[in-house]
């Protein structure tokens, strides 16, 4: 069935469109045209034509033409608008008049495919200049035996951030031809450098700079990005010059249809809905019934074989070989094959992990099903911009999970087609990222003191020169420093951790050891910790052990049916304020925060439901971590206003008067036992424990009654709690505010932290709702937050007022856990109260 | 707190650790390098360089060999490629070997050491340069120039991977044009290697010494991977007492390369003059000649190598490789004999150059099919370690059976 008929028979079903949260259809799209610049090297025209395009799009001829004026462009205009060609033509354009010069291609993946040459290759091959222009791939899998005539004649070199911190700046005296007239750098892709693997990236820049400089060459920059809510931010960060932003897409589209599809709630209370995997199954076998062809993503490999196997299962025996997986752990070769067979059409159906990215060459795509939100706005974006042909109509389908941010984000579609309000955000200053890199810089050249690097504070990188001195990994010689190590300082350097000590992950069955990665020591307590599961490049692992002196943790390929979430206890050691503003109802602070993790216990959570399975205990040492963040402290009127609302929630303070002494009389009563396990406590350790939640009474008095309380040691108050103890609103608020902040800042989960407190430090005993950067030194998420704190604050309120739960659920509030049940309108109240 | 120690704090709070802590008191300058070695000081416009100079008379003894270099090393220079029309007298060639701050190569690798040497009036004579700190490097390039001003070729020890890449890297960190860029490089380890790999498997230079001019080293001696680090202390310390066992290395390394090139470049012109006592040696000598298309004396040593070899395995490798020699050459009758010896000693290989031989050549079917037939016996056991091998002689049975079946037929 035609795809347009399709979509009809779709829109008549009441069921279906029950369930559609968004349809959006988007018309097609005329391009708008421009001809050929006049100072349009007559080669490269006659290549073009050749390729049958007689004109470029707006956006093509805008990014000439800055170039030409040797300005740094960023090219933000979406998926498919032919970004690729808008960098190539000038590039070429320059290096044809000129002999001796040369370009820079970086691309963030370690494994670069001669898919991300080809569309240049074809310009090259049809303009007749493949006797000038020498492009060539320098990556780990380049074979030592080309690696020396590379770098003699290539002229336009395409290679990666790790390749070019490892492999050619630490040698760039073999690299001095290539390097002296350095033209441009294109960095594509830009998006992916945010977080600590951008701070390191934007370092790694710095040197090359530093190092082009010494040769004589000021290469212009070329950037390309998703589109992100501040991509010329990100690109003035990453290259500390100023940036021209060209977002304008002047390409052409077809007609485009993007359905939001929530599967029906089943358990209200438990938040569970109706299996994403097996909704996405369905219409991929509805799809392919119609002859469709569609590119399934998935988050995680797990995810990708469960659903071929319920596909595959579904289907009769000859048309399952039409379907396919894919991800990263295929061999080359195997991967080669199922693109080739997609696009000759042989396949019907593929579902993949991210690996299979913008680069690779799979045709022009009919349909494309998101099965669960894939972690930020712009890489949501760039999948469903992988569906789109030029004439006819394309389809693209999001099916969430009960996470908060994929409920939210159905509720809310217009982020995912409107402006995208992600930040991507780096700090090249953390100072533990800083110092590996001037070290790496002092190892390239020496450091001369009243030298610059990149726009870092003199007098910092002065300090960081002679601290470096004083242990003698440096030799200072007047007003020079010079390395004077054995060592060879970038192999010691991740790009993507942020500190130098590193655990090595080590994966083991019973036939063989491997390692698989590294992590930060500062945050394997919290990842790996003995027990947890642990998701790494979309496979998933149960750690068996960790060993933090030897750097080691030892994991396990696991398939259980259940995720982890340690439970730790944070404690403020010190803090000091940076900046400070005063609203109405309260006061919010940005500054230097010491804190103290404990981890002593891990959730069992199930996965896609987030069923609560049990809590382990874990005895880990604490972690401590100097970081910066921002605070908002309550006012005395916003908290009496509350409490007269009766929406503060039951805090343990709040039992009514005369609780102490209500409680004394319990625990004298039960003997100072407790009445779950018998043993017997000293009466401050014990807790007194509401059989019937304070909550539901009416009357303090009533609540209170000898009869409804009963002494409990805290492990036993503890499991008793889980699902009677009703949430407060600052636990909801928290929540709702930790689920929301990635819509502002592009960030995993666990990068920043959320703590509220009734009684904080923060807040000279008043209660306290604190968010911080969970890298050490900070990397400017948590200030990006203070500076956008009134569009956060409302959108995470949004979130659980249009949640269509009762009384709280995962998707908003959090799920039934420790922290009780419900707190919906409490934690309405509190932040719509934050003005 | 001055503010690198403020940062020092920050970053062990941050959980960052880097290299270790420093102890400034340590630091004496009670015994710099002058007081250590008795040095010469060499004045240019950049500054003054330190070097450490001697002369040796060329009946000096280095182990078994002396300083003489060899009358004549045309074949040496032709082995290096080196173009014939290349006027090269003895006082173009310079020896040279270096020590480093590190073994990475990359740029912030530096020469603190470099021992020069060469033929000078009758002489050899040696110069260590000595960097005392990083920032003489400008002038130490400089004088090191002046000392190879006449120098056509170098000659070093694993110099083309190491020593002169990082000598290169340095002139382009100083931005000055390096003379070793496009000189002519005969590294002495490629060729040790060509003629003693086989009998001496490792071909350090210090086993080279040790078992080829049969020279052992004093007490002074301080192996060369822990220069980088007596060198670091320096600096640090002001302590030069621990590189005079580096200095020392460093001009035996110079003096054992004038030695060795002098050795096989006599070896090279006069291969047939002494018998050589291994027969591993006639034979890889045997292989240099034979690259360099002298077959004559490449048979010769070929044959001087299986005549006296005991050792079945070693004796077949030698005869198979001159019988291949022979094959190049078109000449079969003399590859014949061989690669019957060879087969009579359970070659395989040989056994399939004369079944090929009787098949295609001399069409002896009958013999090329016994040899066959021979050959794929004694694979029996092992088929499938070689199952090529036994693929083709199956292949080669058949054929050869139905080629005498024809023959037979046509009668």
New interface residues.
Partial sequence: MELNYLLDKWKNDQSFMDNVSAWISTPAVKPRTVSFPDNLDLRLAKGLYRLEIDNLYSHQAESFNYLHDGKNVIIATGTASGKTLAYNLPILNNLLSNSKASALYLYPTKALSQDQLSGLNKLIASSDIESIIKPAIFDGDTPQSHRKSIRNTANILKTNPDMLHQGILPHHTTWHRFLSDLRFVVIDEAHSYRGVFGSHFANVLRRLKRICAFYGSFPQFILTSATIGNPQELAESLIESPVQLINQDGSEHGEKQFIIYNPPLIDQQLGIRKSAVITSVNFSKTLMGNSHQTLIFARTRRTVEMFLSYLRDSLPFHEREQVSGYRSGYLKKERREIESRFREGELKAVVSTSALELGIDIGDLESVILLGYPGSIATCKQRIGRAGRKNQNSLAILIPTPDALDQYLANHPKYLTENNPENALIDPNNLSILTQHILCAAFELPFSSNESFGQLDPYLLRSVLEFFSQQSTLNQQGEKFYFVSDDYPSANVSLRSSSPNRITLISENEDNKQIIGEIDASSAAWFVHPGAIYLHDADIFLVKQLNMEKGECILQPDNCEYYTIPKQSTSIEDFKVITQEQHASYQSNYGHLSLKFELNSYKKLRWHTNELISIEPLNMPPVELETLGFWMNLNQGFLEKLKAEGKWGAYQNDYGPNWQRIREKIIHRDGNRCRACGKSFESQILHVHHIQPFKSFADSELANKASNLVSLCPACHNLAEINVRIRSGLAAASNALRNLAPLLIMCDQEDIGVLAETKSVLANGMPSILIYDNIPGGLGLSRKLYEKQTFWINRAAESIETCPCADGCPACVGPVGEEGYGGKSEGIALLRGFR | M???Q???D??R??????????D?SKRNKSWPIQSVLEYDETSTALGSILSVKKRYKLDYTQGNYNLHPAAKFLRLLQWADIPGNVPISLNNFIFLDAET????????T?IFLLGLSKYDDGDLILEQFFLR???EEEAFLHVISQFCKDMKVVITFNGKAFDI?IL??RH??QRVPSPFMDVYHIDLLTISRQLWKLRLEQCRLSNIEQHILQFHRDGAEVPGYLA??F??DY??TGDARPLKGVFYHNQEDVVSLAALFSHIANILENPLDDKLPYSHDSYSLGRVFERLNETDIAHQLYQQSHVHQDDFNLRTRFLLQQASLFKRQNMYQNALSLWEEAASLQSITAMEELAKYHEHKSKHLQIALQLTSRALEQLKGEKEMNLKVYTRFENRRTRLINKIKKTEFKG
Avoid: A, C, H
């Avoid at chain 2, 709070?13 to 802590?21: L, P, T, W």
């Avoid at chain 2, 701050?101 to 912030?108: Q, R």
């Fill in positions: 001055s503010d690198w403020n940062l020092s920050q970053l709070k941050m959980g960052v650790k880097f290299g270790f802590q420093e400034i701050t590190g073994l990475s190569g990359g740029t912030g530096m700190n990083p920032s890449p290169n890297t382009i960190l980088p680090e060198y670091k600096l640090r």
